[in-house]
Structure formats: structure tokens, C-alpha cells
């Protein structure tokens, strides 16, 4: 058996301390250890992004990442991405243009979003349609996705 | 008689794009679906699946997996057939055992052989890994057309050549009642018509894909001898009935929760092997289990969707009309059948008659059994795989005769004056104006100027073309002679003592809003704002009765019956409410001749004699003196069963430029015109429609399940099955024509299908029309570069 280690996480501003198994990974750390569910697991691949977070501001798909390799990083999930009862502008365009249905990629949407527009406050449709190609959507066949993106954006 | 201070006018919900009200919790996070839930004392599974596609089962050996520290329990497929009966299906058809988990051979890759139950997901995981499995390998059968003739192998012994519907007729000159088939017209449209058209077309396997994968728990609750189970379902009655059965446990005991369920796509209707084994272990074990599923699981043992070689002979004559169409169908249903497997070709044979007026029409349906993962229903379910084979064959119609696809189709169009429209393939289409959505679908296109463009660019040497598809399909599932399981939906209407409405639908929605819509419709039935309505789904406990979210069926169904426990309610409503008012004996304030805006219940024509909405509403709770003939209480149900299904309909254009050099392709323009019926959102109407043209195009365009000839599952994971990204698509261009149905009151016909229908043969249309100059008349899905690029460098496809 290997032993376990000990981390020290900042997650959504607080400073997380833990002793967890070498193994275990860092969506399952958020879901499971701390229960943080808005993170979703969507594929074992790193393909579908539905577990995309905010990691020392850049976004990552936190089901690539063992939890001991996020030691001493700070980390923004769903859930701290805007302050409490507030909506960030990325959420607001998500409602306001219909940018989700059944919901499930959505948090790791938004998180690939929010990198998006960190990088590039006016992007091209070209240019969202590419930023958003790491995250898989089934429902909404991506055209209020861009929509919402854009009315983040124009929101600045 | 009381004055109010005037009220503000509420706005008009329905028929406007309104936001939707599940999204707060969903973009913040906050949403519980099934891998969300924890159970204090809650236990893990995790399956052993077989690496092979066919064999027998020699040896299991699980000792070294249940020695493991945390391990509750091993059971292999043999040790729970002692006590889980053989799944049930939910058609007519014959059908061989289907164990949970195999008992003694398995039949396709990633079919389970022994289940593990352990404290820690991880920890079930290892254990699974640890179990050791000894196969006798039988040869696999995955060609489904050698499959017929029994090679290389029969999978199941009962059913001779594989043949798990073998040979069906249909159409013009069956009579399926007196087993009789007549062929003097189908053979005197062929022996007559000008030319005849034959081609063998290929409808490809896919992988539903929502991206939440399946997942259940299960709680048996020894001292109350009850069974609560949590599952990523598109229908908790349904799950709930069958879960019931197969474990014994009484209905009235078993409770089924859709909690939020991440897009299902036909997918979650089925109930699978590893709902019955989580309810079945957890009764046993008396503790509370959870198996989530991976996407690699979720590609081997969800159900796959179309897989339909479609054999078209197409018969007309030289003025483009179209006089005769015979199909044989052979659907490759893999392994087993699941709950509606036999029936989804069935729609494929339904739907042949397409758009068109086609006096003599004969198909033949075979569906063979193969060492595949089944197939069951996905987004369209049958209906896009008989609208890719009439369009294909009505396009190879148009290019043989030269003609424009457009105007051979509009030539072949039954006509609006002809609905009710009985078909030869034995569906009453219930109402439509094709002409109508074509027009439109050309105009906004700019058909004759997309034309002059693509010439100009195959003028510069530029490989491109256009597709035109019409699509009709059978939605609003319904009535019980149409579905299993019964073909209504049910719906309860409180108003509460605040004059607030709490609202319950069987139609559990899974990312299609009916929280929204419901309450679009209960505010504008009532006269109160959108905020004072609440929809409650997806828990057997709290709504009493459903069938569920599929076969577009949510609206024009579920919404029905929504408002018919609306109008119960109303009615009696209003009595309270006169009885509040009838001061004035001069005045008419029988329940007909009261109005419900605004917050405000009025007698019509007399705007002082009004009480407030939540006044009558409180008054109903505690009525003194209570009204002669009434009840306290306002809260009432309804079931609703359509008398026909309904038929949407819709007209796709696209452009598609092939590139020269590498042979891939570029979807540049897609327009779509949709008739759904009445709208109640159309935000998110557009939402469906937008979703299903994404799954329609990745048919056509990149996504493909690929076995091997071993049978083993080539396309296991997202590293290999190509899901659509956001760069696929060019910005989608929608309109609509509204022809509402005669079928139920809203004049609502579905929607959550329609966008994968006209869009497979729209897309291969295209691609044929860019390859005709290299003598091409078809080509099958998906459109793989490489076959493009052999095609363009003069080789076969």
C-alpha cells in the first residue's frame, strides 16, 4: 500500500488541509472530500471537459490531475466562481441565452469560458467556437453556448 | 363588493421566449444529479465485464477480490441468476433470456459477468480488476447480413440464422390482421414506371453520449421493507414498475427518483442490468448502494443507437412523379433485445411514406442478432433512419431525372387538403403543409442564389454542394395501442392556500424545461405570474402516476394533461369565487362567465365584481359557508391519452464543400425550417432543434461505432468516437411554419427529435452533389475523409 500524503489546497478562498491517497484525483478530491458536486465527471479520457475548474487562474480538467499534484495551488470551482448569491457574467449569459439544457457540462463550460475571455476579451465566433473545442456539450449543439459567451463578453 | 387598486398587467407567457428557471441552480453548481447523492453506510459497485464478444464462461475466480480489505461481497452472473430473473422487454417480439449479468456465456463485448460490492468506489474498482475469468471463445458474428445466414456462428440457439424479427412485410397490400399479402400493386408500379432506382444505404451505429454517463442507487430499507432507487432516468414510473417486478418487492413499495438527470437522448428509458443488481443487492445486503457508470462502460453497455442496412428501389416516371418505393430493411440489434429494441425499426418501416404521396409502397423488416452491444432508442428512434432512405432515394430521383430536388419533392408532396392522410404504411398523419415549410426553407436559403454560388466556387475548383431533405415524424407518443407501456400522461394542479400553484408531471424532463414551459402555461391558464408556479417531476412519491420524457411526447402529451388538471381546477375555482361574489343576484357569475387575469378572478363585463386570486384561493381551504355541491380544496389530476400520435414536419437545406486535397468536410451552410405545432417557447424550441441538427450532422458527418472482426469495440471512448465539438457547426439558421395538430387542444406536435431527422440525408445529399462530378450517385455515412479523398482520387469509396 502506498501512504498517504498530505496536501494543502486554497479552494474557492478557503485553505483546504488533507491527508489523501497518492491516487486519487483532484475531481474526486472536490466531489468526494469536500463535497464539491457542482464539478462534474463526464468521461475517463480528458476529453469532455466536464470537469474543467479554475487552477491558479487558468482553467484544467481536474480528472488529469492527481489531488497531491495540486498541492500548494489555488484552485476556483463552480461553486466559488462568483460571489455568494451573485452571478458571474459567463453564468448570466449562460441563462440569459439559453446556453444549457440538461446542465451537466455546464460548470466546466463556464470554467472553459471564463479562460476563454481571460485570453481574449473580444473573441471572433471562430475564435469561441475553438476556445470551447476541449469541452463536449450533447444538448445544445453549441450555438447558445457561443451566444452566451458572447454576451459575457460584451458585458466585459 | 370590494374594490382593488388596479393591478399590474402580467405579461403574456406563452409563445415567448422566456428564460428558464432550472438554470440558476444548474450554472451555479447547485444541482443534485445521482452521483451527487450519498447515503450514510453506503456501498459502491463496480462490474466485471467481459473483454471478449463472444464465449462461453468456464471459470470465475473471485477469491482474490473478495479477500480484499473492504470488499462486502463478489457475485458472479450464475450466483444471481439464483434470485434475479431474466430482464423484461417492452414489445411483442420473441425474445431470448437477458441475465443482468451473464450467466454462463457472454454475447458482446462489456457485457457484465460478476458484480463487486465494496466500502470505497476505488476500492470496488481494484476488486473488479482482481477477478480472473476463463472464456471458451465461439467465433463472433458482426456482419449482420452474414449473421442471417447463421455465420459464423448462432448466438442465441432458440432463434434460427440470428433471426430475431425475421422477414416482416409492410406497406401496400399487407394485411397484417389476415396474414395476407397481396402484391398486384406494388409490382404493376414497378412493371410501369419509367425508370427504377436501387440502392443499398447503410445507417451507422452510434453512441448516444449524454454526457452524464448512467448511475443508480439503491436503498432497501429493511424495517420498512421498502425500495427507494435514484436513477438517470428518463422515466421513473417505468423504472419503478420494472424495478418492482424483477426484485419482488410490491409496487406501493418502491420508490423511484429522477433526480437531475445529465441528457439522455433515448438512451435512459431503458431500465439496464445494473439497476436491477443495485436493487436486488441492496435488498439483499439491506444497505444502501451506488454504481456509477465510466464512459468507457457507458460506450460497451449503454445502448447504441440506429445500425439499419436499408436495401431501396425506388420507381417513377419521367415527370418526376414518384409512383413506387420497396425497402428491405435489416436491422443489426446486436446481442439482445432491451426494453423497446424490436420496436425502433418498426418506426423506420412506419415512416416510409415520408412527405409523399406514393401510391404503392412495400417494405420488408429483418433484424438480426448479432455479438454487439443492443441497440435501442436514440434521439429519433427509427423515424431518421426511414427519413435518410425515402430522401436519399426521392435526391437519386431528382439527379436522375435532372431535376431540382426541390421541386420533385413539391411535385410528390401530399397535399394540406388531404389530412387526415392515411399512409401505405399504415400511420395517420394528423396535419401539415409541406409546401408551406419548403417555400420558406427556399426563400431563406436563397436557393436560387446559393446555387449560383456554389457553381461560382466550383468554378474557382472548389468542390461543393447542396442537400435538401423534408423530413415528417411520429412524435407525441400515444395512444396505449402505440406504446407498451401506455401511451398517456398524467398531471396534478394544486393551488395552495397562498394562491401560489404547485404543478406535477409524469413527463420527467431531463434538460428540456418543463419547469419553464409548465408554468408558461399554468400562469397564462391562471392569470398569475410565472414565479408563482412550481413543477414538480421525477419522484414516484410526489407525482402519483407518469410514463416519462421520450419519443417527443413531453409538450404534447404531458402538456395536455397538464392543463386538463388545470381546467379541473379552474372550474372549481370559479365556483368558489362566484359563490364569494354572488351578492348581486342580477349579475351572471356562473363559473363560464368568469375571467382569471392578472392576479384577479372577475366576472366578465363587470371589472368591479372581482376577488384576488389568492383571496378565493385561501377561501377555498376554509370555506364558510361552504358553497352547495362543492368540496373544500383545490387540487385535481388528469390523465390524457391522445387519440393519434402527432407529425411534425420540416424542411433542411445545407452546403457542404469537400476539401481537395485531404478529402474532408465542411459543413458552410445549414438552414432549417420546423413545423412543431403550437410554440410555448421558442428559446427553447430552438435549444432542441439546435441539439438535434449537432447529433444529426455527427452522424452524417464524423461519428461512428466501430467494432472489429473479433468484436471488439474499436470506438471505446472519446478518444476514438468523435463527439461533435462547438467548431463543427457553422452558426445554425432557423425559422418555422406553425400547423398546429388536431390531436390535442394545445396544437402541440414535439420537437426533441426533429433536428436529427432532415439532417443526415440533407448532409449526404450534399456530399453527393459535390462528388457527382466524379460519377457518384451515393455515398454512405460518415462522410471519413478518406473515403472522400479515394473517391476524389478516382478510387472506390
Redesign the interface.
Known sequence: MTTDIPIQIVINGKVHNDVV?P??LLV?YL?ENLG??????????T??G?CTVMIDGHSAKSCTIFAVQADGSNIT???GL?PEGG?HPL?EG???E?G????????GM?MAGVDLLQENSNPS??E???G??GN???????????NAIQYAAKKG | MTQFAPRPILPKLIGERI??R????????????V??IKIPGMLHLAFKRSDIAHGRIVSIDTGAAASMPGVELVVTGAELKEFLPPMPIGTPFPSPDHYSVAPDTVRYQGEPVAVVVASD??LARDAADAIIVEYDPLPAVIDPEQATLGLPAVIHPAFENNLAVPFVPGGTGVDAVAGTVDNSAIDKAFAEADFVLSQRMMNHRLAP?????RGVVAHYEPGKDSLTIWSSTQNPHILKTFIAALTGTPDNQVRAIAP????G?GCKINIYGEDYVAAALSKRLGKPLKWIE???EAFQATIHGRDIIGYVDIAGKNDGTVTGLKVKLLADIGAYNMILTAAIPTLTMLMLNGTYNIPAIRAELTEVFTNKTPTDAYRGAGRPEGTYFVERAMDMVARHLKMDPAELKRKNFIQPEQFPFATQMGAVYDSGDYAKALDLALKNANWEGLKAERDQMRRGGRIVGLGLAFYVEVCGLGPSSSLPTGGWEYSSVTVERSGKITATTGASP????NETTFAQMLGEQFGIALEDVTILHGDTAVVKQGIGTFGSRSQAVGGTALMMAGDKVKAKMAKFAASMMNENEEMDTSPENVEFANGMITVKGSPGLAKSFAEVASFAYVPVPLPPGLEPGLSDQAFFEPTNNTYPFGCHISMLEIDRDTGEPRLLKLVAVDDCGTVINP??V??QI??????GIGQAMIEEVVYDSDGQLVTG???DYA?P???D?P??ELDNTVTPSPVNPLGAKGVGEA?TLGSTPCIVNAAVDALAEFGVTHVDMMLRPEKLWKIINGGQQ
Not at chain 1, 463536449?136 to 457561443?146: A, E, K, P
Not at chain 2, 453520449?209 to 454517463?213: G, K, L, Q
Not at chain 2, 431531463?510 to 424545461?513: C, S, V
Open positions: 491517497e491516487r486519487l474526486h466531489r464539491l458536486t457542482g464539478t462534474h465527471v463526464g468521461c475517463d479520457t476529453q469532455c466536464a470551482s463552480i461553486e462568483a452571478l453564468q449562460f441563462w440569459e439559453h444549457l439544457q440538461c446542465g451537466y457540462c455546464t460548470p463556464i465566433e471562430d469561441i467556437r475553438e470551447i473545442s463536449f456539450c450533447r444538448c445544445t449543439g453549441y450555438q447558445h453556448i457561443v | 428564460k428558464r432550472e438554470d440558476p441552480r444548474l450554472i451555479q453548481g447547485r444541482a443534485t444529479y452521483d451527487d468506489r476505488y453520449s449524454p454526457i452524464e454517463p437531475e438527470v445529465g441528457g437522448f465510466d464512459r468507457s431531463h434538460g428540456q424545461g428559446l427553447i430552438e435549444g439546435h441539439g438535434g441538427l449537432a447529433q471512448s472519446f478518444m463527439m465539438r462547438a467548431a457547426f452558426r445554425f433536428g
